[in-house]
C-alpha cells in the first residue's frame, strides 16, 4: 500500500486508503497545482544545537518519493506547517538554524542546527511546538522552499 498527500489548492478531501488530500498556497497556478507528498509518521528529537526531524515511511514507494523530492528540494529553506481540520495551528520557519536532510532506510533525517546560542533556543522551542501539536492530532507538513515534502502525525 502506497502512503501519500495529494495536494491541490486549498481543498482537504480524502483521495483513496494510504492518501489525503491537502492545500498549497493558493497563488500556485491552477494548471500545475497538483502533487504527490507522502505521508510518514513524523517524530522531534533535540539534539545539541537544534533539533532533528525524522520522517519514516510505511512503504518503499512513499520513501523514495519523499528522498527524491528531499534530493530535489533540500537546498531551500524548511518549514513546517501543522494543522488541524485544515487550518493552520502553527508554522515554524527554520530560518535561525542550517538545515541538511539524510536518507535513512525507512525516510530522511532533517537536522536543523545553530552555532550561535539564542537561535539554538529558537530552533527548540520551534521542536517543543511542533511535537505539541502533533501529539494533540495535528497534520505536520514538512517543507523546503515552501514546497511540501510529506505529511504525517506523531
Same mark, same amino acid.
Given at each position: 500500500?502506497?502512503? $501519500?498527500?495529494?495536494?491541490?489548492?486549498?481543498?482537504?478531501?480524502?483521495?483513496?486508503?494510504?492518501?489525503?488530500?491537502?492545500?498549497?498556497?493558493?497563488?500556485?497556478?491552477?494548471?500545475?497545482?497538483?502533487?504527490?507528498?507522502?505521508?510518514?509518521?513524523?517524530?522531534?528529537?533535540?539534539?545539541?544545537?537544534?533539533?532533528?526531524?525524522?520522517?519514516?515511511?510505511? @512503504?518503499?514507494?512513499?520513501? $523514495?518519493?519523499?528522498?527524491?523530492?528531499?534530493?530535489?528540494?533540500?537546498?531551500?529553506?524548511?518549514?513546517?506547517?501543522?494543522? /488541524?481540520?485544515?487550518?493552520?495551528? /502553527?508554522?515554524?520557519?527554520?530560518?535561525? $538554524?542550517?538545515?541538511?536532510?539524510?536518507?535513512?532506510?525507512?525516510?530522511?533525517?532533517?537536522?536543523?542546527?545553530? $552555532?550561535?546560542?539564542?537561535?539554538?533556543?529558537?530552533?527548540?522551542?520551534?521542536? @517543543?511546538?511542533?511535537?505539541?501539536?502533533?501529539?494533540?492530532?495535528?497534520? /505536520?507538513?514538512?517543507?523546503?522552499?515552501?514546497?511540501?515534502?510529506?505529511?504525517?502525525?506523531?
Amino acid at each position: 500500500m502506497s502512503s $501519500g498527500l495529494m495536494k491541490e489548492r486549498s481543498v482537504i478531501a480524502p483521495s483513496g486508503p494510504g492518501f489525503q488530500a491537502g492545500a498549497i498556497p493558493s497563488g500556485a497556478p491552477a494548471i500545475s497545482g497538483w502533487s504527490m507528498v507522502p505521508r510518514c509518521e513524523i517524530t522531534f528529537e533535540k539534539c545539541k544545537g537544534g533539533f532533528k526531524l525524522h520522517c519514516k515511511c510505511e @512503504d518503499e514507494i512513499a520513501c $523514495g518519493t519523499l528522498q527524491n523530492m528531499c534530493r530535489m528540494l533540500c537546498e531551500g529553506t524548511c518549514s513546517c506547517v501543522c494543522t /488541524c481540520n485544515g487550518m493552520t495551528v /502553527c508554522q515554524c520557519n527554520l530560518i535561525m $538554524g542550517i538545515c541538511k536532510c539524510d536518507y535513512t532506510k525507512d525516510g530522511v533525517c532533517i537536522t536543523c542546527l545553530s $552555532g550561535d546560542s539564542k537561535c539554538c533556543e529558537m530552533i527548540q522551542a520551534c521542536c @517543543d511546538c511542533l511535537q505539541c501539536c502533533c501529539e494533540k492530532g495535528c497534520c /505536520c507538513y514538512v517543507c523546503f522552499g515552501g514546497t511540501p515534502i510529506c505529511c504525517g502525525i506523531c
